[in-house]
């Protein structure tokens, strides 16, 4: 080994060299400590792990902070390894599983709303809200502001605000969440404002705007599907004059 080390250690094709530089990326001791003081398997497998699960956390982060897709996410509560909060919150049964699937598209920006439709040029699309036929159409006001979705988002929004209220106080609501940006932030992803809540509340303040968002996505299809079966039903608009 030694010899193999001295001869072919520099050649970075060679099996010494290549794990010399796997072990320089994960930060982890160099060869000749690791033969001087051999940790015991167990050891250093968790090492190993340890460093691995660092350095793609490190990695992940970095790459989030400059998407504005992922803006919503709480970067500081990324880690490899560690499931988000949307998925620990929900049981693994059928429906709470799509209830996670809706969050996490809304949350990572895959959600296809109208306007990420107009500016990926999907289907030929504009930005309007195909519901409320006034508005663009983005994540803000799918679950804020469209006025299609007002009796659907009342039940839903009223319970996770009732939650909210009863953990922080109407007057640190009013606080923390007099502006639409931060009430989206808190039910797309509740963990930015840990340190006003404990895991169980954030639990259930999650699974809470899962069940919010989720009935907000079935009613929009519902109407939009009823929309797609009335073709005239936007006659006096300019497309029917
Ligand atoms: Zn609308």
């Known amino acids: 080994m030694m010899r193999q080390l001295a001869v072919n250690g520099e050649n970075q094709e060679s099996f010494f060299g290549r794990i010399q530089d796997i072990l320089e990326q994960y930060k982890l001791p160099k060869i000749y400590t690791l033969m001087a003081e051999q940790p015991s398997k167990l050891a250093f497998k968790h090492q190993c792990k340890s460093a691995i699960q660092k350095t793609w956390t490190n990695i992940l982060v970095a790459e989030s902070?400059?998407?504005s897709t992922l803006k919503y996410i709480n970067t500081k509560d990324l880690a490899v390894g560690k499931?988000?909060?949307?998925?620990k919150s929900l049981r693994s049964m059928v429906s709470e599983v799509k209830m996670g699937i809706t969050k996490a598209r809304m949350l990572t920006g895959t959600f296809m709303t109208q306007v990420i439709k107009h500016k990926y040029n999907i289907e030929h699309s504009d930005q309007i809200c195909?519901?409320?036929t006034i508005y663009s159409e983005d994540l803000m006001h799918i679950i804020l502001d469209c006025p299609?979705?007002?009796s659907t988002r009342q039940i839903y929004y009223n319970r996770l605000k009732i939650e909210v209220i009863n953990v922080i106080g109407e007057s640190k609501w009013s606080e923390l969440f007099g502006n639409k940006d931060a009430i989206l932030l808190l039910i797309l992803d509740c963990t930015n404002f840990s340190k006003y809540f404990s895991v169980d509340q954030q639990n259930a303040i999650t699974k809470l705007s899962s069940v919010l968002c989720h009935q907000l996505y079935l009613m929009r299809l519902k109407l939009l599907e009823k929309t797609a079966k009335v073709p005239n039903k936007q006659c006096g608009s300019d497309t029917c004059k």
Do not use: M
């Not at 499931?83 to 998925?87: A, L, T």
């Open 65 to 67: 902070v400059k998407k």
């Open 83 to 87: 499931p988000h909060i949307i998925w």
């Open 130 to 132: 195909k519901l409320c």
């Open 148 to 150: 299609a979705l007002f």
